[in-house]
């Protein structure tokens, strides 16, 4: 407690059933008059409301404030609260039957509540006739009702988990489905987001295709952009993702999800339904989700021909055979299909198929299914203005150049050395510092390079393309 705040406890009452924790804390700055106090009577009024059912401190107890008593002795009044949807709760309200001139009477959980929904009743206070009021539209049994699907969902999304939700709305009286059950729904709730999102990927496959006028036996070619990341920075997440985007409409057609650790298989034995999916560094997890996502393009329709790399290629590199290998794989098994049903010309086939295999790798057809890679231009100005940035440290600052000098000190005859430690400006070849004044690199040179180098491929790459117009200055 900081010094400018007391407590005003020689005003209290010790007759009043005020527990020594109900005690007003005010800040002393404000004035003591006592008009401006609060009066005493209405804090008992307001306490003795809630104060009625719990146990009351002795007398002696609140004459010294050293004595402390036990937090047992405080007797724990429970409030429950509802949430209530309240279109429902004024139809309810509305429909309630009631005889002339009798009255509502609210039973609150008239039956047995199931999480965050409660089944209250509205009683007639003539005939006694109970009608049914929840705090949302009850759904059918065996059914999840309504706000605790919204926790679950509020959940799976979010992320917090079931102590993170019971603190909240255990603070707010509010209570909360079992732990068990919470987990089950939000997991259910996983599958579920996980099934739309792909069911969703493949619509938007569709509706592109559409666009590109496909019809259903051809594999349409894509460009695209991928990148993963990891839950946890610094490459040593257990959970890292893939995402794959198509360059052309922006949308995200695919993921790939890689945990290192599985939560059932630490505490049982291996299950069949295992959530470990990678057994290598979190570096390796691009690779490896990249390769997947590749392999089940096809089945998809679509073949992921170009690929916008963001400097790190080396997921490219992965996937750069992918499709070619594929295409090899299904050719030398077609050939050996035949090999076994024409055993008598097997020499002359391998021959061959060796021959075949050779000329295949360098047919068009092969080429074509390799992956190519294009750099994204604005990824090359990155790396273009932070290499400008490394040269800056490496030619700016200080360096240090050691001197031994020999000094003689007159209170202490004799000779004695010391190090002087002297710093010296960095400079370039002419002698000049690299940054800094006319005619040296400054911080909107170095944007203006990385800027204009960018500006240059784009230019150029339209020329290649025709779609550029040349100036010619004369
Ligand atoms: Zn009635
Ligand atoms: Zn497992």
Known sequence: MSSDESFNDEYLDKSSPIRMSDRVLRSSSVSTSSDQRMPMNFINETYSSTSSNTKRISNENLTSRSIFYSASDHEVVER??????????????????????????????AGKSFGLFHKNGLKCSICNKITDLTNFPAQPARHIQEPNQRLYAASAISGIGYDTTQFVLSLLGISVPSRSNFYNQ???????????????????INEIRNNAKCDSKTILNLTVSLDGTWKKRGHHSMYGVVFLIDADSGFCLDFETLSTRCGTCEYKSHQKK?????????????????KKIFERSLEKGVRYSNMISDGDSSAYETVKYIYANMLLNDRSRSISHENRTTTDLLLENEHHDNH???????????????????????????RVSSYLKTLKNRHTGFEEEQEEHLTTTKHQKGVSSSINKRRRRRCLADGKPYGGGVGRMTKSMEKKLSDYYGLAIRYSSEVAKGTGIIFVYS
């Open 80 to 109: 429950s609260s509802q949430i209530f949807d309240v279109s429902h709760l004024k139809e309810c309200i509305d429909t309630a039957h009631i005889c002339p001139g009798g009255r509502l009477e609210l039973i609150i959980d």
């Open 186 to 204: 939000v997991y259910n709730l996983y599958d579920q987001l996980f099934d739309f999102a792909h069911a969703d990927f493949l619509t938007l």
């Open 274 to 290: 295992c959530s470990k999916t990678w057994d290598g560094s979190a570096g390796g997890m691009e690779k490896e989700g990249a």
């Open 356 to 382: 075949n295999s050779n000329s295949f790798l360098l047919s068009d057809e092969y080429k074509s299914y390799i992956v190519t890679k294009e750099d994204c231009i604005n990824h090359v100005k990155k």
